[in-house]
């Protein structure tokens, strides 16, 4: 994660052709969890393709995520968040919380529940049986939402003028730490048609959004600095229509 590195990815980000004739808006905090698959002699990535319908990013691969809820804010956990995970989220966040970088981890997790059917967390026998909002479809599982497990890796906001702007976290978890998976969640009509399994080099050939390819990256040199939580986390946005990459 050199700063020529960083360079050359922040000049591929800038230089994709994209539609900025939209009327600018506040970008929307959102998380996105990256599952890993470390248990062959190659790490494997969960992706999945995006509905052609959508009027963002549609028919491409892309990690479970999505805006953050205000159930998340609210909902108890197995674990805590690593307090260097912590810190770095509340760098440049506006109005910086303990409670808000928490929240970010558990729509990372409510996330990817919905879009694959996984469950990261512990199973309980007092696992809350009707909490708010979205988390009522987790619930009835037995499992409570486990941060012990994240990893941050990486920050990016998408560029004025596009039909979505989101402020995206992404975090990373393995596999083994989903309890449970329910069957039936993606499909023809769901917000993911299909999800596969492959390793690094190979997911970086799907057909994804220039920022996906360039958090693959970004993932594959933590995972050989053994996912340390003491690496820096890059931050991507774009500033007078260039591409900048601070480290958190």
């Not at 007078?240 to 480290?247: A, H, I, L, S, T």
Request: net charge positive; aromatic share 6%.
């Amino acid at each position: 994660m050199t700063e020529s590195t960083g360079e050359t990815r922040t000049e591929r980000l800038t230089r994709v052709t994209r539609d900025m004739s939209h009327p600018n808006q506040r970008p929307h905090d959102a998380a996105t969890l990256i599952l890993l698959d470390r248990s062959g002699p190659k790490p494997k990535v969960l992706m999945g393709r995006r509905h052609a319908r959508h009027a963002f990013m549609p028919d491409v691969f892309v990690f479970p995520g999505g805006r953050l809820d205000p159930a998340d804010r609210l909902l108890s956990a197995e674990g805590a968040l690593d307090p260097r995970i912590e810190a770095r989220l509340m760098k440049g966040m506006p109005k910086a919380s303990r409670s808000k970088a928490r929240a970010l981890a558990l729509a990372a997790i409510r996330e990817c529940f919905e879009e694959t059917g996984l469950l990261i967390g512990s199973r309980r026998a007092d696992a809350p049986d009707n909490p708010d909002g979205r988390w009522q479809d987790f619930a009835p599982n037995g499992i409570v939402p486990d941060l012990a497990g994240l990893h941050f890796i990486a920050r990016a906001i998408t560029p004025p003028r596009r039909p979505r702007r989101y402020d995206t976290r992404f975090f990373a978890a393995d596999v083994d730490r989903a309890r449970h998976r329910v069957e039936g969640v993606t499909g023809p009509e769901a917000e993911l048609i299909e999800v596969v399994w492959l390793p690094l080099g190979e997911a970086r050939r799907l057909d994804m959004p220039e920022i996906t390819g360039v958090v693959l990256e970004e993932l594959e040199a933590r995972i050989r600095g053994g996912l340390s939580h003491d690496l820096p986390v890059p931050f991507y946005r774009m500033l007078n229509r260039k591409f900048v990459c601070d480290m958190l």
